[in-house]
């Protein structure tokens, strides 16, 4: 049976998502996302975002709603994949693409700078961090980037790149999620 999550705000507010019941699979929470995007509220229009273990989609085509430029969502499973695809097909999100593949393959390919990362990787596999060192050592970032990462409430994020600066922090349920800014 297929799950739905709303998009918030944007374009296609109050549009639902589909996506597949996959072991792992966890959207971001809507009063998260709804957080998350008052802080980020003059970032998202016109910016280039990555969301990697993209799942549902919810962050990466919420981004896409509230106007940005382009959105790429990394997803390894198939079958999420072709739901992403559905979603997108289905709201005419032209400014969205879907790459089916491995979050560290697609990190060690060619790299482009993004403004806006949402990083959401499974709870309880350590994937952050190395994740988050990967985007700034392979030059994914754009100055200033904003970096969101969402995580298991009870993880200690640390080894983050040094000229990380984290502007907001909060807990809700079994998660803690952070919003960082990349100083040059």
Known sequence: ??????????????RNLVFPDVQGLRPTPARVRETLFNWLQYDVMASRCLDLYAGSGALGMEAASRGAKSVVLVESEAQVCRQLKQNTELLTAKQVK???????????GNAEAFDLVFLDPPFAKGYAGQAANWLEDKLWLANHA?????????????GLPENWTLLKHKTAGEVAYYLFERVV
Do not use: C, H, P
């Open 1 to 14: 049976m297929s799950n739905k999550v709303r998009i918030i705000g944007g374009q296609w507010r109050g």
């Open 98 to 108: 879907i790459v089916q593949q491995d979050v560290f393959r697609y990190l060690a």
């Open 146 to 158: 904003k970096i969101y990462i969402e995580v298991e409430r009870q993880l200690k994020l640390t």
